[in-house]
């Protein structure tokens, strides 16, 4: 089983960034995907979801209106476009895969977003 997120980097407040988690090994499909961020000094958080089937997402209150979670399921990838981002969005993003009421049973490796001037 492998995640493999990409699209982090560095970005200037209000700028955007789009990033995507590339999975293999498991039926995909079957699989709600989720994106975790986790700051210096700070605990993991459930920044978005999304179920599997029809597709139901949900996302903490910080980023409602700024972010979205989407999958493609013919490409075994999910994604999360952020826009208007803010300093406070600067984490280690990492994605899961797992049912949808319970924690992850695979996790990627993180990729880094930085929000500075």
């Known amino acids: 089983v492998q995640l493999v997120e990409s699209g982090g980097g560095l970005v200037q407040p209000g700028g955007s960034l789009r990033l995507s988690c590339a999975a293999s090994?498991?039926?995909?499909?079957?699989?709600?995907m989720k994106w975790y961020r986790q700051a210096p000094g700070k605990e993991r958080e459930l920044a978005a979801a999304?179920?599997?089937?029809?597709?139901?997402?949900k996302y903490v209150d910080s980023v409602k209106g700024r972010f979205t979670i989407s999958r493609d399921n013919a490409k075994n990838t999910v994604y999360l476009q952020m826009n208007s981002l803010k300093p406070e969005d600067t984490a280690v993003y990492y994605c899961g895969a797992g049912p949808w009421r319970l924690d992850p049973t695979y996790w990627g490796q993180g990729t880094q977003v930085t929000v500075s001037s």
């Open positions: 090994g498991f039926t995909f499909s079957s699989y709600a």
């Open positions: 999304i179920s599997s089937g029809v597709a139901i997402t």
